[in-house]
């Protein structure tokens, strides 16, 4: 419930991302007014769980003062001052601190102000690098189920039919390998990729991959040495590497990077979401030292990267990210997830048994419970029936926001929560799977 003048306004001028806007008023929108922690309250003063952090951003809670302080500090000086042609100090300072705790071998980092966009730029920087190389490579390759952003280079490399299919059209060449979640072994999830790489020599730019969990495709978990092992055929086949640690980066897979997990250095390597600890809107694509050098050369010889944003490194989201960054060190918010992830674990383990829980899937504090009509034998809801939506619905009503990915339940929890938390909104999840689908 909205006070009438602002749902009137809603309905009569705003159009909402992801979303069916004939049905939207129908799902009695609403309004956010403030957050704290974890929690968040309407507009009416109820207050819920934001048990999805905000669409997978927030890390280290709502208001978290050091991050508020910081932007404020930033604030007294300058809200925004182009990356085009001058600087400012936190861009400097958040890439040397970027490049402090990323893979080895990254160097350089180039900013934005999405997931998308570090996509993009990484889609764009692989292809000019193999120009300037005396190469044209002109196709990618990608899984299927992935999901790299919604702007057209990262459409172009994602592999969700119900998102991308209709601008099939639009669309550059992309080879995709299957879902390595849907491969019966690590060794035919490698061979997916392998054929491709065989079948096009000289003309892949680049493999992109998210790591260990292809987060949108519905929390799908590849099986264990799939990244190390695609890092090798790039490698063998002479082709760039892009990781796309934008759902999976900063401590959302227990680690800071999910890269760390099976040690892999990328050619490219995209952040953005939790960099700011979900405050602002800013993304990086971090290269290796030889795709930068690949990039200098005088302003005749056309080496230049062509390519910008009017908000890129905005200084008020750099401001944010380094304080975000001293808070993961303040406070040892990596070394503290392990029992919160195995907290997660355990509680998982009884929801899998629940009678509309098909299966369930985690890598670190990433979660999806995906629900069925039945598992034995196994029934799946249609999508029409949106049993997805209607168990978040329920939740809403017991205190917990959260967004489906089709049949998935996502569960995302912001890296600050306490194992009583946790436990609170699993419990919460929980009950709203089994009285929602109650009767099927
Ligand atoms: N890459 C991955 C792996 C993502 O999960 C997402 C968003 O969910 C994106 C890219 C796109 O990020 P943004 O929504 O900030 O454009």
């Known amino acids: 419930m909205s006070s009438p003048d602002a749902l009137a306004r809603e309905l009569q001028y705003v159009w909402h991302p992801f979303t069916q806007m004939q049905v939207w008023a129908d799902d009695d929108p609403l309004f956010i007014d403030s957050g704290q922690g974890v929690w968040v309250r309407d507009t009416q003063g109820r207050e819920y769980y934001d048990a999805n952090s905000s669409l997978w951003l927030t890390i ?51 900013y934005s102000d999405s997931g998308s966009t570090a996509v993009e730029i990484a889609i764009k920087m692989t292809y000019q690098f193999w120009r ?210 195995q907290f997660i674990s355990e509680r998982l383990e009884h929801i899998a048994t629940l009678d509309r829980v098909g299966s369930v899937r985690q890598v670190g504090i990433m979660v999806g419970i995906e629900v069925v009509r039945s598992r034995r034998p196994r029934v799946d809801y249609v999508w029409e029936e949106r049993a997805g939506v209607r168990v978040c619905r329920r939740a809403r009503t017991l205190g917990l926001l959260t967004r489906p990915l089709g049949n998935v339940i996502v569960f995302m929890p912001m890296l600050v929560s306490s194992i009583r938390e946790l436990g609170e909104m699993l419990d919460m999840i929980e009950m709203a799977i089994t009285e929602e689908l109650a009767d099927g």
């Open 60 to 110: 280290h809670g709502h208001r978290r003062k050091e991050i508020d302080d910081a932007i404020r500090r930033q604030l007294d000086k300058i809200a925004h001052s182009t990356m085009l042609g001058l600087t400012h100090e936190p861009a400097g300072e958040l890439a040397e601190r970027l490049i402090s705790i990323a893979p080895e071998g990254l160097s350089r980092v180039f």
């Open 132 to 341: 300037h190389r005396g190469e044209e490579r002109k196709t990618f390759v990608a899984l299927a189920d992935g999901y790299h952003g919604d702007t057209i280079g990262s459409v172009s490399v994602g592999g969700i039919s119900l998102f991308h299919g209709i601008f099939a059209d639009l669309l550059f060449e992309c080879h995709f390998a299957p879902s390595p979640a849907s491969c019966a072994s690590l060794c035919q999830a490698l061979s997916g990729v392998e054929k491709i790489l065989t079948a096009h020599p000289g003309n892949v730019a680049a493999v992109i991959v998210e790591p260990l969990i292809q987060a949108a495709g519905g929390m799908l978990v590849a099986p264990k040495g799939f990244l190390a092992g695609v890092r090798d055929l790039c490698d063998r086949y002479d082709v760039l590497m892009i990781v796309d640690e934008v759902a999976t980066g900063f401590g959302r897979t227990g680690r800071m990077f999910a890269c760390e997990h099976e040690d892999v250095a990328p050619d490219l390597m995209t952040v953005a979401k939790g960099l700011t600890g979900g405050y602002l809107p800013l993304a990086a694509t971090l290269t290796s030292e030889a795709v930068f050098q690949a990039f200098l050369g005088e302003y005749s010889q056309g080496k230049t990267f062509f390519h910008g944003h009017s908000y890129t490194g905005n200084p008020l989201a750099c401001a944010a990210a380094l304080a975000s960054l001293q808070i993961f060190e303040d406070d040892n918010v990596i070394a503290d997830l392990a029992p919160k992830i």
